[in-house]
C-alpha cells in the first residue's frame, strides 16, 4: 500500500446482520483497502447503524464516481443507507464569520496555516472592519457585512451571495448576531457555532456572568451545529476548566477565550475530515 | 513549634484596610503562630473579605475560650467580623442519609477508616434496610427510617429525634427523597448533597438520561449545600468525565458514580476542614 | 436480536487487503451479527491488523467451539492470525495479591459487588493476616502466604499451588514483593501491577517521595502487565492530577491512592472485557 | 480604594512566629491596603516561609524606593528575607528566541496583542529567518542570529550584546538549540523553557517519538527555568493530553504543539506577574 488514503465514507443505515459484509466484501472486490474502519449501533429497536471508512487503493486509476455508483446499487440501496463517499484530497470550503473577538478565528487561521487543519478557508466575513488586517495577512479575502438587528435580511442575503455554492462550510467564531432560520436552511448541518458556556447549561447572553452568579466550580464552552433552535443544536465537542472564588468574570472570560478556541478548533477540524454524523438532535464523532 | 495544629480561625467581614495586620498581631501577642493563610476578597463595592487561618501554639496552655473572648472583643468587633475558632481536634460529628445506592456512603466509610476523613460518622440513616450489616460493618450505628411522600413528616421528626444536637453535618449519599425546607431549616450550611449532574445543567429527576438525551460530551457531577429551593444551594465542588455517543444512559450511570463518590468525598472532607464558608448562594473554598 | 453477547473475537496478523471482508462474511454466513466492532493498523511495513469484535447471534445452538474450528480452518489459517473467540458469559477468574494497603484492593471488590466489574474474584493472598477480615466479609477466600526477601521462592511455589490453574488474571494491588521472573512466566500477559507514578518517570521505590523531590506539577499512576523487567511493562492505563509546591509528601500519598484505585480498576476491567491486546511492549486497548 | 495595584510583594525566610504581624503592620503603618496575599511554609525543619502580597494605596504619593528602603531596615533585615518589591506598572521585558517552529511563539505574541500578558516583548531571535516577516507583522524587533555547534559561541555574544540589560526574561519558545551554562549565568531563574515532554520522563531528544515507544497513555509539556543541568531545572507549570494506540509520532507531536502553548504562556504569564519563587530546583507558584 503505497497510495493515501483516496475516500471517506460515511454511512447511516436501519441496523441489521450482514452490514460489514456487504460493505467490506464490495470493496475487497474494487481493489479497495480498508485503513480505517469506526461503527457504532444505537440501542433502541430497531437500531440505527453509523459507519466510518478510510478507503486506500493500489491501483490509481478507480474513478471515485464509478465506485460511488456500483456502490449506490450494490450495497447502499439494499440496506437503505444515508452515505457519502468522499474523495479525501476534496479539501472543504471554510467561512469564517466573526465580530470584533479574534481569537477563535486566529486559532483557526493558525492552524490552517501550519497545515493541521484539512481545510481551505476560503473567507472570512465580519460586521466590523477592525480585523480587515489580521485576516488579509494571512492571504484570505476579508468581507466587511455591516449586521445588525435592523439590517439582518439585508446582510444575510448579501452573506448568501458571497457564500452560498462557494463554501461546505460557515464557522461562527464569536459571530455575536442572531441567524436566521432562512439563512441556517441554507446550510443545513453546515454550521458550527462556539457557544461560550457549558450548553445546555448558561444558554443566552453572557454566560460567564451567568456561571460567575451561579458559583460553578468548572466553566466550559461548547461547539455545535447551528439549528433553527438557539443553543440547542447538535454538539459536537465539550470541554472545561476549573475555576474557583478567586475568579472574577473577567478572568472567566479570559479562561473561557481558551476553551473555545480549543473546543471550535477540533469540532472544526473532525468536520472537514468528515468525522461527524448529525442523528437527530445529537452527533456521532468517529474522532 | 513541636505542637500540632490548635485551631482554625474563619472569618467574613466587610472589607477595609487593617485587618491582617489586627488578626495577626493580635495572635502573635498571644503566643500563637499561623501555619497556613488563606485570603480572599470581592472585587464589589464595598467588597466582602475572607479568611482561614490555621494556628499553632508551642505553649499548651492557652485555653480556646479564653483566645476566643480576647478575639471577639478586640478584633471582630472593631471589624464586625462573622467568625468561628475552631479546635482542630474537634473533629466534626456526621450523619450520612442513604437510600440504596451504597457508591457514596462506601467511599465516605473508607475514607474514614483510612484516616483520610477528619470527622466521625456518626450515624447511617437510611429509608431502606439493605446496607445495614455493610454499615454496622463499621462499627457505625444504622437507622433503618422509612420514607416516602405519605409519612414525610413522620419520618423527618424520627431523623430530627436521631441526629439534632448529635450531629454537625449532615450528608445525603444520594438519599433519593425530597427533604423539606423545615428540615433544612434545623442545619442550616449543614447539610450537604451530591447531585449527579453538572450543575446547573439537569437539575431535577433522572440528569444522566436528561444529558445523554442532549447529547452533551462530557457529564458531571455537583455537590452542594442543601437550600430550601432544590438544586439551587451554594456549589462546593464539581467534577466531570468525557463521554461520547458509545455511551448508552447505563454507562452513564456508571461513570457517574465515579465521579459522585470522588466529588462528595471531597465536599465533605473540606467541610470537616472548616475550608468552606458560604457567602449567598456561592462559596468560598480555602482547599 | 433478542440475545445478549455471545462472544468476544480478538484478532492480531500481518496486515493486508481482505481481512475485514473475510472476517465478516463468515460470520454472516454462520449467523452471527456484529454489534462491536473496532480496529487498528500500524504504521510500519509490513503493519499489523488487529481487531476486537462483540458478536450476537439470534440462533441460541451455535456452539462455540464448532465456530472456533471452521474460522480457524477459513479465516485465521489463511491470513495467519493470532486469535482468541471468548464466550462472553464465561467471566474471568481473578486472584488478587496484596500487602498491607487496602485501597486499591477494596476498590476491586466494591466494583465487583456492585456488579461492575464482569469477573469473579477468586481468592484474595496476601503476605499480611491484617485484611482476612475484610476480605471475608465479601465473601472470598483469604489466604496469608508470608513473603519477603528469605522465602521469596517458598512463597512463590505456595502461591503457585493455590493459583495455577485456577485464575485466569494476578492482580497486584500494592502487592510491594518482587516477584520473580519464574512466576510472571506463568502467568504471561496476565498479571496486572498498579505502579505508583507516571511511568517511565520515578520507576522504583517511593515514587511520590522522588516526585516531591523533582518538583513536579503533576502526579499520576500507571497500570501495566507485569514483565522480567521491573516497571518496564506494557502500558494499560494511566491517569494524573495536579499538585502544587503546597503538597508534601503524605499529600501525594493521599492523592496517588486515588489514583492508583481508578487506574487499576479501569485497567482490569478492560482486561477481563476482552480489550486489550498486547504487541511487543506496548498494548493496544479497545476501550 | 480606587486605585491600582501598585505593587507586588515577594518574600523567602526562615520560618518563625510573627512574619504575618511584621509585614502586614508595616504596610498598615504606611497607608497600604493588602489586596491579595498568598503564603506558604515548608514541613521541613527550619522550615521556610514564602509570601507574595499585592498591595494597593490611596494615597497617590507613596514614592515606591522609600517604602524599599523602610521595608529593608524594618522588616527584612530582623527577618533575615530575601525579597522584592515590583511596581505593578513595570512591566518585564521580554526576548523570545525561537527556531523554525512558530507555534509556541504566535501563543505569545497574540497573547500580548489581546493584553493577556502584562509584558513587553522587546525582541524575538532566530536561528533562522523564516519568521521574520510573522514578528515584524506584530511590530517587534525581529533578529536573525545563526547558531549551531560551530559557531556557538559567536552566536551567544551576538545574543547578549542584543539581549543583556535590555530584557528580564528570556524565553526559549521550541529554540532547539543548546544554551551554553555561561549564557544561563547571565539570566538567573530568568530563562524560561519549554520541553515537549512530561519531565523527568523522556528528557533528551524527541521526546514524543520515546513516549510512543514506550506506549504511554498520556504524553505532556513541561515549562521550567533553565540551568546549566539539561531539562533538570526547577519546573513552573506542567499539563497532559489523553494519547491511545490509535496515535502516531505525528498525532503526538501535533497534540504535544498545542500543550507546549498553553504551558509555556502560562509559565511566561505566572512569571511576569512575579508569581513565581525559586526555591532550591523547585518552585512556589501563587497563581
Same mark, same amino acid.
Given at each position: ?36 474502519? *469506526? ?36 450495497? =447502499? ?17 471554510? =467561512? ?9 478565528? &486566529? ?68 459571530? &455575536? ?7 441556517? =436552511? ?42 433553527? *433552535? ?24 479570559? &479562561? ?32
Amino acid at each position: 500500500m503505497s497510495s493515501d488514503t483516496l475516500a471517506n465514507l460515511l454511512i447511516r443505515c436501519p441496523d441489521r446482520p450482514g452490514i460489514v459484509a456487504a460493505i467490506s466484501s464490495f470493496l475487497f472486490r474494487r481493489g479497495a483497502n480498508i485503513t480505517d474502519l *469506526d461503527q457504532h449501533s444505537t440501542d433502541d429497536e430497531p437500531g440505527t447503524y453509523f459507519m466510518r471508512l478510510e478507503l486506500q487503493t493500489a491501483r490509481l486509476d478507480v474513478p471515485l464516481p464509478e465506485l460511488r455508483s456500483a456502490f449506490a446499487a450494490e450495497v =447502499a440501496a439494499p440496506f437503505a443507507m444515508t452515505w457519502r463517499l468522499e474523495a479525501a484530497q476534496a479539501r472543504k470550503r471554510v =467561512a469564517v464569520l466573526v465580530s470584533r473577538h479574534d481569537h477563535a478565528l &486566529m486559532e483557526l487561521l493558525w492552524a490552517w496555516r501550519r497545515g493541521d487543519l484539512a481545510a481551505d478557508v476560503a473567507a472570512v466575513v465580519s460586521n466590523h472592519p477592525d480585523l480587515r488586517g489580521a485576516v488579509e495577512g494571512f492571504g484570505i479575502p476579508f468581507h466587511h457585512v455591516p449586521n445588525d438587528r435592523d439590517r439582518r435580511a439585508e446582510a444575510e442575503r448579501e452573506m448568501l451571495a458571497l457564500l452560498e455554492g462557494k463554501v461546505d462550510l460557515v464557522v461562527l467564531a464569536r459571530y &455575536m448576531q442572531i441567524v436566521s432560520g432562512e439563512f441556517v =436552511a441554507r446550510f443545513p448541518d453546515r454550521i458550527i457555532n462556539i457557544h461560550h458556556s457549558f450548553l445546555p447549561a448558561f444558554a443566552g447572553a453572557d454566560p460567564y456572568r451567568q456561571a460567575w452568579q451561579r458559583g460553578v466550580k468548572i466553566v466550559g464552552a461548547t461547539a455545535h451545529y447551528v439549528t433553527a *433552535d438557539l443553543d440547542a443544536g447538535p454538539i459536537i465537542e465539550q470541554d472545561v476548566a476549573r475555576v474557583s472564588h478567586r475568579h472574577a468574570v473577567e478572568d472567566l472570560k479570559r &479562561m473561557g477565550r481558551e476553551l473555545e478556541r480549543r473546543v471550535l478548533a477540533r469540532a472544526v477540524k473532525w468536520h472537514c475530515e468528515d468525522r461527524v454524523i448529525v442523528h437527530g438532535n445529537k452527533t456521532v464523532v468517529f474522532s
